[in-house]
């Protein structure tokens, strides 16, 4: 009987601590676990890889589960379906000068264009002084008498005159023409390559951004829209979400978490199938404290410093924020994608 008892006891306390710790479990799940969707929750990366915890200071990655897209990034996904043609745009040219962005070179349609004409122009004064200057030395041989008097003080001959004339001709008939096509399609060729092939700058100016097809020529690089202080309203609803997480970003370093604004100049990135990035630390204009976003398809960006290799698969939705020796010292890469399209969306803070 009293063994019973015990046993019953035992089997109710024995129970309640499972219940309890089952409890507490979930309640750890739910708060770490990424549940319900839509709440971010972090991994630190570099930590482990590298012994030298003191110069990791911080690579953080949160997943969110995005599964109901926000509205901005349906607004988003339209606005690299629409390309509008702005070459001719004033206010483009101005916005790229402005901000004097070394990343973007301040080179539209219309600077192509008028280094052009600047070069024709040149070849045209050129050949149009030298016709004046055959001119006048006809017209001097013509009202001269004793031509080979006048040869002799100037120090010419005829066969250096008939030289003279037939470089004129050859020069004006060949040379000219063959120099006005090659600048021409080395003009061409340059603007595909730095702008990109039948678009050259698009962008949609109501949201603020301008994008630039390709970085630096390079082929597989990304299409990319380069957005400055202040962030555009589309942006607005992921800022607000990162803000969200100001308590847990960028860990050891209060300072950044609560500068304000956290972050003033957004970059979009647009991959299609095979783009990638070159290894590469983020321009020192921008200060530290950077958070990535990976939208559309997932992607593994490449960490490298000293022979050591941090491989991160970046899944949709995830936000990866990278400060201290992440940001400067550690090179990151985007291997090359494997869907159709992958955005990013690179939020950073212009150094004051
Ligand atoms: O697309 C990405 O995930 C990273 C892009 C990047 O590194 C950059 O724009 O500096
Ligand atoms: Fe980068």
Redesign the pocket.
């Known amino acids: 009987m009293g063994s019973v008892c015990l046993l019953s006891r035992l089997s109710f306390f024995l129970g309640t601590i499972l219940v309890s710790a089952l409890l507490a479990l979930v309640t750890v799940a739910i708060t770490l676990g990424g549940l319900p969707a839509d709440r971010w929750h972090a991994r630190r990366l570099l930590r482990e890889h590298d012994p030298n915890a003191e110069t990791v200071l911080a690579m953080q990655l949160y997943y969110a589960s995005l599964e109901t897209k926000p509205k901005w990034l349906d607004r988003l996904a339209r606005l690299f379906r629409v390309r509008h043609l702005l070459v001719e745009d004033e206010d483009i040219t101005s916005w790229v000068g402005k901000y004097d962005i070394k990343n973007v070179p301040p080179i539209t349609n219309e600077d192509l264009e008028s280094e052009k004409a600047k070069m024709i122009q040149r070849l045209w004064r050129g050949t149009r002084a030298r016709a004046a200057y055959q001119a006048k030395v006809d017209e001097a041989l013509e009202a001269e008498e004793d031509r080979s008097k006048y040869l002799h003080q100037h120090g010419l001959t005829e066969l250096s005159v008939q030289i003279s004339r037939a470089f004129d001709t050859v020069s004006l008939m060949i040379i000219a023409p063959a120099y006005f096509v090659t600048i021409t399609v080395l003009l061409v060729i340059g603007s595909r390559r730095m702008l990109g092939e039948s678009t050259d700058v698009f962008a949609d100016v109501s949201d603020g951004l301008l994008f630039r097809r390709g970085g630096r020529g390079c082929r597989g690089e990304p299409d990319q829209a380069n957005v400055f202080p202040p962030i555009p309203p589309v942006a607005e609803a992921l800022l607000r979400r990162i803000r969200s997480l100001s308590t847990l970003a960028f860990p050891g370093q209060p300072a950044l978490r609560h500068r304000r604004p956290l972050f003033d100049a957004m970059?979009v990135?647009r991959y299609s199938e095979g783009g990638y990035?070159k290894a590469h630390v983020?321009l020192l204009q921008y200060d530290d404290g950077i958070a990535?976003v990976?939208l559309v398809a997932p992607?593994t960006?490449a960490f490298r410093m000293d022979g050591k290799c941090v491989r991160v698969r970046?899944g949709v939705g995830s936000l990866l924020m990278m400060c201290g020796s992440a940001r400067y010292e550690w090179t990151?890469e985007?291997e090359r994608v494997h869907k159709d399209e992958r955005v990013?969306v690179?939020l950073r803070k212009l150094v004051q």
């Open positions: 970059a990135n990035t983020d990535i990976s992607a960006l970046l990151h985007v990013s690179v």
